[in-house]
């Protein structure tokens, strides 16, 4: 027994040693950002460590480190379990946020709230938290909403290894740079930090058939051979002789910043390569070179410790020979507390760069700087989905003045880790649908055929079409106008038109209009058409009935009109004679006053002399009343109640107008167009239909 007790406790005591050995080495790699290392060490210490301190400490280092390498699954895992074994003074509370980092960029954005509604509990003031959430929420109505762009992954040029950051290295864009760890680079020894082969630039060249060839390292002194270095995102001038790009140094026990290096092209191939001098910068963390424009100026990240947060945008400008200026912080309208990388500016010099700073998807989005006209940052605009993911989203160039052009990401469904995307924005859809319909009787509406129809933009008429024999009319429209549809059919109907916009539609879109066309007719009463008691005074209310019958008379300019306007039967007779003829002359004045040539107009009032006919619409609404009766005064005082009294002079109350028919014409039978909407039941439409082609 104690034999056995003995054996025992020197097996836990070997892996207690043998599990701190692993910590040891794993942080001794760390340190030195061997993330590749420094995770086989901590896997190992795993197996051997139970107190709970020691869970979450190795836990939490094993998802730091997965998180470097672009893991971002395992990094969950661990993160969880290092949340789960949380001790306070062992790991940073700041699991939390790595954790729900981790599960945003596997598109598990519900559970990530909550996660950074925990952390925001211990630290409430971190930026980096606030904006996770805000991210979350905006990510899932990105990916149901996407834009119009196209990414197709570029399966000729990626490998199952890294491939990354493309550039264009020629005027007719048909040869581009790009950087890669696959099988063959020239530095095929393993870089300990990205646990991946050492990076070299490649290039591959399009054939006048637009197929890509078969990707081959640059010649000359860019890739190192046999070395620690990685050759990374690079930048080549448009006469295609000069390039900047990032090299890194990565071996074991190698902790040197990063740097920017200049080479130019001695025939068919590049000369040596040397680092560029950025005053100031020599000891800290330069990379990921963007000319711009002018060819000058050199935008790049570098991380400092007077940064916004990681790595922050610079630019500095070209004095001589590899020498630059002191370099300029692009400020708190760019840079973040998170990382900003991998600049590219187009030809018309708008930026663009990836973020894991500002609110996005997941990891690093795909940004536009957004600008003043003096050329000042004043927002960023997030290029959402597909174009962003959930992953890491960076490294986008394109074709001139295009919409189109190349990205990298490593989202699911690639190749390999980070692949070369291509991208472009199809031609915008718009458009329009349109039918024409006579409903003059709601329950007997007619599809119209041989109707005229105008379609106007911001610029005049684009078109005339003809309803076909089903009413329909289709057109296609563009981006960015305002249209009017205007419909006609001959001299017994009302023209009617239908105006929208296309301005902020980004989607291919169908816009859907029905043109609701009424015959002529003699007297139709306009609704809500009201006056202050005993008054002749227009109230505000009234002139929207007003507006609308100016616009039909603006579109209809061959038809005069009478303006009729009554009284209940209360009052004297030529009293209310005097005040109906005072209201109508009110309509006629606002008409005027909106432009309408008063030789259009004419009125006259009827007092209480012409009660009003209880229509199909009027007894629906009021179950005391039967179409077909007469108001009277009779009909009115025999009423059981004070309320059915007042909801009858109401109706009496009315103002109509009518259409002067031309001497040559034959007289048209009345139909009401009341102020009250059909449910497609029966009644007359409205002069609100009218206008708008509504129903």
Same mark, same amino acid.
């Given at each position: 027994?104690?034999?056995?007790?003995?054996?025992?406790?020197?097996?836990?005591?070997?892996?207690?040693?043998?599990?701190?050995?692993?910590?040891?080495?794993?942080?001794?790699?760390?340190?030195?950002?061997?993330?590749?290392?420094?995770?086989?060490?901590?896997?190992?210490?795993?197996?051997?460590?139970?107190?709970?301190?020691?869970?979450?400490?190795?836990?939490?280092?094993?998802?730091?480190?997965?998180?470097?390498?672009?893991?971002?699954?395992?990094?969950?895992?661990?993160?969880?379990?290092?949340?789960?074994?949380?001790?306070?003074?062992?790991?940073?509370?700041?699991?939390?946020?790595?954790?729900?980092?981790?599960?945003?960029?596997?598109?598990?954005?519900?559970?990530?709230?909550?996660?950074?509604?925990?952390?925001?509990?211990?630290?409430?003031?971190?930026?980096?938290?606030?904006?996770?959430?805000?991210?979350?929420?905006?990510?899932?109505?990105?990916?149901?909403?996407?834009?119009?762009?196209?990414?197709?992954?570029?399966?000729?040029?990626?490998?199952?290894?890294?491939?990354?950051?493309?550039?264009?290295?020629?005027?007719?864009?048909?040869?581009?740079?790009?950087?890669?760890?696959?099988?063959?680079?020239?530095?095929?020894?393993?870089?300990?930090?990205?646990?991946?082969?050492?990076?070299?630039?490649?290039?591959?060249?399009?054939?006048?058939?637009?197929?890509?060839?078969?990707?081959?390292?640059?010649?000359?002194?860019?890739?190192?051979?046999?070395?620690?270095?990685?050759?990374?995102?690079?930048?080549?001038?448009?006469?295609?002789?000069?390039?900047?790009?990032?090299?890194?140094?990565?071996?074991?026990?190698?902790?040197?910043?990063?740097?920017?290096?200049?080479?130019?092209?001695?025939?068919?191939?590049?000369?040596?390569?040397?680092?560029?001098?950025?005053?100031?910068?020599?000891?800290?963390?330069?990379?990921?070179?963007?000319?711009?424009?002018?060819?000058? +100026? =050199? @935008? !790049?990240?570098?991380?400092?410790?007077?940064?916004? *947060? $990681?790595? /922050?945008? &610079?630019?500095?400008?070209?004095?001589?020979?590899?020498?630059?200026?002191?370099?300029?912080?692009?400020?708190?309208?760019?840079?973040?507390?998170?990382?900003?990388?991998?600049?590219?500016?187009?030809?018309?010099? +708008? =930026? @663009? !760069?990836?973020?894991?700073?500002?609110?996005?998807? *997941? $990891?690093? /989005?795909? &940004?536009?700087?957004?600008?003043?006209?003096?050329?000042?940052?004043?927002?960023?605009?997030?290029?959402?989905?597909?174009?962003?993911?959930?992953?890491?989203?960076?490294?986008?160039?394109?074709?001139?003045?295009?919409?189109?052009?190349?990205?990298?990401?490593?989202?699911?469904?690639?190749? $390999?880790? /980070?692949?070369?995307?291509?991208?472009?924005?199809?031609?915008?859809?718009?458009?329009?649908?349109?039918?024409?319909?006579?409903?003059?009787?709601?329950?007997?509406?007619?599809?119209?055929?041989?109707?005229?129809?105008?379609?106007?933009?911001?610029?005049?008429?684009?078109?005339?079409?003809?309803?076909?024999?089903?009413?329909?009319?289709?057109?296609?429209?563009?981006?960015?106008?305002?249209?009017?549809?205007?419909?006609?059919?001959?001299?017994?109907?009302?023209?009617?038109?239908?105006?929208?916009?296309?301005?902020?539609?980004?989607?291919?879109?169908?816009?859907?209009?029905?043109?609701?066309?009424?015959?002529?007719?003699?007297?139709?009463?306009?609704?809500?058409?009201?006056?202050?008691?005993?008054?002749?005074?227009?109230?505000?209310?009234?002139?929207?009935?007003?507006?609308?019958?100016?616009?039909?008379?603006?579109?209809?300019?061959?038809?005069?009109?009478?303006?009729?306007?009554?009284?209940?039967?209360?009052?004297?007779?030529?009293?209310?004679?005097?005040?109906?003829?005072?209201?109508?002359?009110?309509?006629?004045?606002?008409?005027?006053?909106?432009?309408?040539?008063?030789?259009?107009?004419?009125?006259?009032?009827?007092?209480?002399?012409?009660?009003?006919?209880?229509?199909?619409?009027?007894?629906?609404?009021?179950?005391?009343?039967?179409?077909?009766?007469?108001?009277?005064?009779?009909?009115?005082?025999?009423?059981?109640?004070?309320?059915?009294?007042?909801?009858?002079?109401?109706?009496?109350?009315?103002?109509?107008?009518?259409?002067?028919?031309?001497?040559?014409?034959?007289?048209?039978?009345?139909?009401?167009?009341?102020?009250?909407?059909?449910?497609?039941?029966?009644?007359?439409?409205?002069?609100?239909?009218?206008?708008?082609?509504?129903?």
């Amino acid at each position: 027994m104690k034999r056995a007790i003995i054996i025992l406790t020197i097996l836990l005591t070997t892996c207690i040693v043998f599990g701190q050995r692993h910590i040891e080495r794993g942080d001794e790699a760390f340190s030195t950002n061997m993330y590749d290392i420094a995770k086989d060490h901590y896997e190992r210490a795993l197996a051997n460590v139970s107190s709970k301190s020691e869970i979450a400490y190795v836990n939490y280092q094993l998802g730091y480190c997965y998180n470097m390498l672009g893991n971002s699954i395992k990094a969950e895992s661990h993160f969880k379990v290092a949340a789960e074994n949380y001790v306070q003074g062992v790991i940073k509370p700041d699991v939390l946020l790595y954790y729900a980092d981790a599960l945003r960029m596997n598109s598990k954005y519900e559970d990530a709230i909550e996660i950074y509604k925990e952390y925001l509990k211990i630290n409430p003031n971190d930026h980096r938290a606030t904006s996770g959430i805000q991210s979350c929420e905006i990510a899932p109505r990105w990916i149901n909403r996407p834009t119009r762009y196209r990414v197709t992954n570029m399966s000729r040029l990626n490998s199952t290894k890294l491939d990354f950051s493309p550039t264009w290295a020629s005027r007719d864009y048909r040869v581009i740079y790009f950087t890669t760890s696959r099988e063959g680079t020239m530095g095929d020894r393993t870089n300990y930090r990205a646990g991946q082969n050492f990076t070299d630039i490649y290039e591959v060249t399009q054939d006048r058939k637009g197929t890509w060839g078969e990707p081959r390292p640059v010649q000359g002194g860019i890739n190192t051979v046999n070395t620690i270095e990685d050759e990374g995102a690079s930048v080549v001038s448009s006469r295609g002789n000069e390039m900047f790009f990032t090299r890194c140094k990565a071996g074991r026990r190698v902790d040197e910043p990063c740097k920017i290096y200049y080479s130019e092209r001695r025939g068919n191939a590049w000369g040596e390569a040397v680092p560029i001098n950025i005053p100031g910068f020599e000891k800290y963390e330069v990379g990921y070179p963007a000319l711009a424009p002018d060819e000058k +100026t =050199l @935008y !790049f990240s570098a991380e400092t410790p007077d940064n916004y *947060g $990681g790595m /922050d945008l &610079f630019y500095t400008t070209k004095i001589s020979g590899v020498n630059f200026s002191t370099p300029i912080n692009l400020g708190p309208k760019i840079n973040t507390v998170g990382n900003e990388v991998f600049p590219t500016v187009r030809e018309d010099g +708008t =930026l @663009y !760069f990836a973020s894991d700073g500002h609110p996005g998807m *997941g $990891g690093l /989005d795909i &940004f536009k700087a957004i600008t003043d006209e003096n050329g000042n940052f004043i927002d960023v605009e997030n290029l959402k989905y597909p174009i962003n993911s959930s992953w890491d989203d960076f490294g986008i160039i394109f074709m001139g003045e295009e919409e189109r052009g190349y990205l990298t990401s490593d989202r699911r469904g690639g190749k $390999g880790g /980070d692949d070369i995307y291509s991208f472009y924005l199809p031609p915008l859809e718009i458009n329009l649908s349109g039918l024409v319909r006579d409903t003059t009787d709601m329950d007997n509406i007619r599809l119209i055929r041989d109707a005229k129809v105008t379609i106007r933009n911001d610029e005049g008429i684009v078109a005339e079409l003809s309803s076909g024999a089903n009413g329909t009319f289709a057109y296609k429209l563009e981006q960015d106008q305002n249209y009017n549809v205007r419909a006609e059919i001959d001299r017994d109907y009302f023209i009617n038109s239908v105006s929208f916009t296309t301005h902020n539609i980004d989607n291919d879109t169908t816009i859907h209009v029905n043109i609701n066309m009424g015959r002529i007719q003699k007297i139709i009463v306009l609704p809500n058409i009201e006056y202050d008691y005993d008054k002749a005074t227009l109230r505000p209310e009234s002139t929207v009935a007003l507006n609308q019958l100016v616009k039909t008379l603006e579109e209809n300019p061959h038809i005069r009109i009478e303006l009729r306007a009554h009284t209940d039967f209360r009052g004297a007779h030529e009293y209310n004679i005097n005040l109906s003829q005072a209201r109508a002359e009110s309509c006629v004045n606002y008409i005027i006053s909106k432009g309408i040539d008063k030789d259009r107009l004419e009125f006259i009032g009827f007092g209480k002399t012409e009660p009003r006919e209880v229509t199909k619409e009027i007894a629906k609404e009021y179950d005391f009343l039967e179409e077909g009766t007469i108001l009277t005064e009779e009909f009115i005082r025999a009423l059981p109640n004070n309320s059915q009294i007042e909801i009858t002079h109401q109706l009496n109350r009315r103002t109509e107008f009518s259409v002067i028919p031309d001497e040559e014409e034959e007289e048209e039978e009345s139909i009401f167009v009341d102020e009250r909407k059909e449910d497609g039941t029966g009644g007359k439409v409205t002069i609100e239909e009218v206008e708008t082609g509504e129903f």
